[in-house]
């Protein structure tokens, strides 16, 4: 089994950054890539950006590219999302998952493991 334990969301301010990190842990070895999603209240849940567990490969959300980082601490089973330049439409819950490679990793089906969600806000 996998389990995730999300940390890291809160309060901040537009144009602001804040830092998710998602820890891994179980069965460690059936991990294939690590995603972030996200939900606003009505909405949808959306792919954020996912990472291979060997961290050779990253992918992003264009709504997201060139503010939001994935990077993985592999000592500590760790996958981090930086987020800059942060703007009130990325409020949302945000979940972590871990995938087993069935797919392109941007799709929530592809994900059987998920975090409990940690909520973000963004202020204008």
């Known amino acids: 089994q996998v389990q995730l334990v999300e940390s890291g969301g809160g309060l901040v301010q537009a144009g602001g950054s804040l830092r998710l990190s998602c820890t891994v842990s179980?069965?460690?070895?059936?991990?294939?890539?690590v995603g972030w999603f996200r939900q606003a209240p009505g909405k949808e849940r959306d792919f954020v950006a996912h990472?291979?567990?060997?961290?050779?490969?990253?992918y992003y959300a264009d709504s997201v590219k060139g503010r939001f980082t994935i990077s993985r601490e592999n000592a500590k089973n760790t996958v981090n999302l930086q987020m800059s330049s942060l703007k009130p439409e990325d409020t949302a819950v945000y979940y972590c998952a871990a995938g087993v490679g069935l797919g392109f990793g941007d799709s929530s089906g592809e994900y059987p493991y998920w975090g409990q969600g940690t909520q973000v806000t963004v202020s204008s």
């Open positions: 990472i291979s567990w060997t961290a050779r490969t990253t």
């Open positions: 179980g069965r460690t070895s059936n991990i294939w890539s």
